[in-house]
Nanobody, 127 residues
Framework: QVQLVESGGGLVQPGGSLRLSCAASGLSSDYYAIGWFRQAPGKEREGVSYIFSSDGSAYYADFVKGRFTISRDNAKNTVYLQMNSLKPDDTAVYYC????????????????????WGQGTQVTVSS
């Protein structure tokens, strides 16, 4: 049984930083990508960043480029999202997800490309 558990969310002031973790268990070694998504109240879930298992290459949504960094620790089966220069607009529930199905590499910013989801962690950016 695949389980993804996010942690690291919380309340931070604008300009601050947080590091989210996504601990994976039961995931087969042939998973294709791990992604981070977020969903704010009244808005659709949107892709933030994803990383490919094959070579560690990563993608970032324009609204987080230069501020967020995705990384992985294969020994710990954990993917991280380092979030710097946080803004109030970054307030949302953040989810990690794992994809085992291969699509065009550009599709992994879309929720439907993922097979497994975590329960989410709340990030609130406010003074």
């Amino acid at each position: 049984q695949v389980q993804l558990v996010e942690s690291g969310g919380g309340l931070v002031q604008p300009g601050g930083s947080l590091r989210l973790s996504c601990a994976a268990s039961g995931l087969s070694s042939d998973y294709y990508a791990i992604g981070w998504f977020r969903q704010a109240p009244g808005k659709e879930r949107e892709g933030v960043s994803y990383i490919f298992s094959s070579d560690g290459s990563a993608y970032y949504a324009d609204f987080v480029k230069g501020r967020f960094t995705i990384s992985r620790d294969n020994a710990k089966n954990t993917v991280y999202l380092q979030m710097n220069s946080l803004k109030p607009d970054d307030t949302a529930v953040y989810y990690c997800a794992a994809a085992q199905t291969r699509y065009n590499d550009t599709y992994y910013d879309r929720p439907w490309a993922y097979d497994y989801w975590g329960q989410g962690t709340q990030v609130t950016v406010s003074s």
